[in-house]
């Protein structure tokens, strides 16, 4: 079984930055990628970023591309999504996600097996 546990979420003014960090702790932490995930109100959940567990390759949406900027340190087990110039539109609840198996679509929350609360993100205009 593997824990998330997500934080740095916050209200911040449109243009502005955060820094969300993901935890990951557990008896098997056997990740092939981690990824972030999130979901407005009204909205179905979308895939943000993902990382290959080994830092080699990187996944962006095209809506927040050269503007969010994910990272992982294995040391400390922890994922990190750098969010800079933010805009109204990213506005949601944002998770953090480990694919365990190179099965799936990186981009399809399905092809995750674990999942952590979430952490609000607002950004006001």
């Known amino acids: 079984q593997v824990q998330l546990v997500e934080s740095g979420g916050g209200l911040v003014q449109a243009g502005g930055s955060l820094r969300l960090s993901c935890v990951a702790s557990g008896d098997n932490l056997n990740t092939y990628v981690m990824g972030w995930f999130r979901q407005a109100p009204g909205k179905e959940r979308e895939f943000v970023a993902a990382?290959?567990?080994?830092?080699?390759?990187?996944y962006y949406a095209d809506s927040v591309r050269n503007r969010l900027t994910i990272s992982v340190d294995n040391a400390e087990n922890t994922l990190y999504l750098q969010m800079n110039n933010l805009k109204t539109e990213d506005t949601a609840v944002y998770y953090c996600?480990?694919?365990?198996?190179?099965?799936?679509?990186?981009?399809?929350?399905?092809?995750?097996?674990?999942w952590g609360q979430g952490t609000q993100v607002t950004v006001s205009s």
């Open positions: 996600a480990t694919k365990i198996r190179p099965i799936g679509s990186i981009q399809s929350p399905g092809s995750y097996a674990y």
């Open positions: 990382i290959g567990w080994s830092a080699d390759s990187t």
